[in-house]
């Protein structure tokens, strides 16, 4: 049946700790054993919101390329068990306010049929379509892939036949952690392939990107011009999102980014 109903209690007690537990990652004997006990073989990425803006001029139907969440879709459609949760783990424990906490994360795969029913249900793939749109529209964004962590709060597995969809808030994201916690398991969250965000000429240094907006505080300021750290930044985009100027851009430098995202994925996670 998976976890019991208490973890649920357990993790709320304890969410606020994960900064403190995400710096001892880094002495390397208890940074190995966490690796291997909650993040082995992670493969995992945030996606953008689906209005981008190509580079490549020669492109015949961009508009048929803006769409990140065609990734979400394809992974709903072509599983076969689909399991939503009744609320988001981190914005509960969190008590935010900002965002809806009954939006949770969507679990596809085999391993999905364990999970305690009290967390949640089994839907159709038209449910879990309809859930991701809800979630895109609250303005959270989707992160998804192979995350272990989630086959041992909730004790089902094997972690190759579960892939999780989340749906991040800025303010409470587990993966808040990213910025301090080892560089082994922080280089384990991407950001899409051929994907980038930047800043441009029409910024007026407003910094109000800087202001608890980014997961991994990829923005600084500089000469009054905002910066993202290419080698920080994991592209989720939410910088683009509170920009009052318009002036940061989702870029696509690759055409085939959404394809090469998905052909990634489908080898990490079994979904039949």
């Known amino acids: 049946m998976g976890s019991p109903y208490w973890i649920r209690t357990l993790i709320n007690k304890t969410f606020s700790q994960r900064f403190f537990w995400a710096k001892l990652t880094n002495y390397p ?50 599983a076969k068990t689909r399991w939503i949760m009744d609320f988001c783990i981190c914005r509960d424990s969190a008590k935010c306010k900002n965002y809806p906490i009954d939006l949770g994360c969507i679990f596809l795969g085999e391993a999905a049929k364990n999970i305690n029913p009290k967390f949640g249900r089994l839907v159709s793939e038209q449910e ?59 280089n384990k969250v991407h950001r899409m392939p051929g994907v980038s965000v930047q800043v441009t000429d029409q910024c007026v240094g407003c910094g109000l990107c800087t202001k608890d907006v980014c997961f991994v505080n990829a923005i600084h300021m500089e000469n009054n011009r905002a910066v993202i750290d290419q080698q920080v ?40």
């Not at 972690?159 to 910025?179: A, D």
């Not at 100027?245 to 990634?264: L, P, S, Y």
């Open 128 to 186: 879990a379509l309809d859930h991701a749109g809800r979630c895109r529209e609250a303005g959270l964004v989707h992160l998804i892939g192979r995350n272990k962590l989630d086959t041992v709060w909730l004790q089902v597995g094997p972690s190759e036949r579960l892939m999780t969809i989340c749906n991040c808030c800025p303010c409470c994201c587990l993966w808040k952690v990213l910025p301090i916690i080892s560089p082994t398991i922080g």
């Open 29 to 78: 004997v208890f940074g190995r054993i966490i690796d291997h006990a909650l993040f082995e073989k992670d493969d995992i990425f945030y996606l953008p919101k689906d209005k981008t803006i190509p580079i490549n001029a020669s492109l015949e139907d961009p508009d048929s390329l803006m769409a990140p969440s065609r990734i979400i879709e394809h992974f709903i459609k072509a």
């Open 233 to 272: 930044c994991r592209g989720c985009g939410r910088c683009v999102a509170v920009c009052p100027k318009d002036a940061i851009e989702v870029v696509v430098e690759d055409d085939r980014f959404v394809t090469r995202t998905i052909n990634r994925l489908a080898g990490e996670v079994d979904l039949d």
